[in-house]
């Protein structure tokens, strides 16, 4: 009789029946989780072409969605190897003329974190090009406990010829994707980027995504759009310490045009020591690209006390680094003030007192995009 009851639970689970639906799915038909209609639908494998996969730098090597090598040359924690497989930063680009666009999606492991919600864990995201740049159009829609589900992206009349990219989720690892499209529809490979060159952006937490609601307002992806730039996104949630192997798996990238340094808050009590010989390795590879340090955004939690003046001293020490790098004929390391990037209401952007929302975000995106552009106009 007791395996009976488990089979049964296991049948309903598995046809979307529960009696743990929130009440507003229930009631509002605009947050129901409704059947994909497939019909019509032709499945391509996105890591063939036309389709091109950019964010995993090891990709071609190893066929897998991941931020990192699967055998690096360098040693690196099991910490760090298991983020890496988070696809965050990562998308998907191409044109097509389909009116309607679908996913097939397989997760490492179900959504669950208390302070993210599922569509930033685990989603996709979809972006159209437009005169204006690119413009968000929808998120994927599934349960919140789902590791692997279905979703309908775009479902619109209009079959002109368009350019599209697709964000992949922040904090989960993706095992397989599918790209669905209309029977008949055209597909061919993406614009190119108008950025010259790769921006890796190394760091912790924040650097990764959290905690945004969607795929596309991690500042990787902001900055990706407002630049037309290719991003590498190496945020290791909790885990970005500057350790030197790190350093030097991004020496291995190629076409790396642009840096940013973003690993103050997991490395508090060693950054003193770490950042110095991080910037000198990957001086040994980039002896003149642009290296932007960026120091630990203000947080609610530590905004008074003994934990503001640790923050103020290790920002000032960051500064003072840059400064000294200059005196000595750098003249390509720049520094950006955390402490000042959300605004004076920075109480007002954090999900948990710590870790952006996607106002939060927004404000990120915004301070590093002006310095960036100022940085590009000065080497002009």
Not at 291 to 297: C, E, Q
Not at 306 to 325: A, K, S, T
Not at 368 to 378: F, G, M, S, V
Request: with cysteine; charged share 25%; aromatic share 10%.
């Amino acid at each position: 009789m007791k395996s009976t009851w488990i089979i049964v639970l296991s049948l309903g689970m598995s046809l979307g029946v529960s009696a743990q639906t929130p009440t507003a799915q229930k009631l509002d038909s605009n947050m129901a989780l409704k059947q994909v209609d497939s019909n019509g639908i032709v499945w391509l494998d996105p890591k063939h072409e036309p389709v091109k996969i950019v964010g995993f730098e090891w990709f071609g090597q190893d066929s897998v969605y991941r931020r990192l090598p699967l055998n690096p040359k360098w040693p690196i924690r099991g910490a760090v190897s298991r983020l890496a497989d988070h696809t965050a930063g990562g998308q998907m680009k191409f044109q097509t003329n389909s009116k309607r666009i679908q996913l097939k999606v397989e997760l490492d492991e179900p959504s669950g974190m208390y302070h993210m919600p599922p569509t930033g864990q685990s989603g996709f995201d979809l972006y159209v090009r437009t005169e204006n740049g690119q413009v968000y159009l929808k998120t994927a829609r599934f349960g919140a406990r789902d590791s692997i589900y279905q979703t309908e992206l775009l479902n619109t009349n209009m079959n002109e010829m368009r350019s599209y990219t697709i964000n992949f989720p922040l904090y989960n690892g993706v095992k397989s994707v599918h790209l669905g499209i209309e029977e008949g529809a055209d597909i061919k490979e993406p614009m190119p980027f108008s950025f010259k060159g790769k921006i890796v952006t190394y760091g912790t937490s924040i650097t990764q995504g959290g905690c945004v609601s969607r795929p596309g307002m991690v500042y990787s992806n902001i900055l990706s759009r407002k630049l037309d730039a290719q991003f590498v996104n190496l945020g290791f949630s909790g885990n970005g310490m500057g350790e030197p192997e790190l350093a030097y798996l991004i020496n291995e990238i190629p076409d790396v045009s642009f840096i940013i340094l973003d690993y103050e808050g997991n490395a508090l009590d060693s950054i003193k020591e770490s950042l110095g010989p991080f910037v000198d390795i990957l001086r040994s590879k980039h002896p003149f690209t642009p290296i932007l340090i960026m120091s630990k955004t203000r947080r609610y939690r530590s905004a008074t006390g003994e934990g503001y003046r640790h923050q103020i001293d290790l920002r000032d020490f960051q500064r003072d680094l840059v400064h000294e790098r200059k005196k000595l004929g750098d003249d390509n390391i720049y520094f950006l003030d955390g402490t000042q990037v959300l605004g004076d209401d920075f109480f007002e952007c954090t999900v948990d007192g710590g870790h952006p929302t996607d106002l939060g975000f927004y404000r990120i995106g915004e301070a590093l995009y002006a310095k960036i552009r100022e940085i590009q106009e000065k080497k002009a």
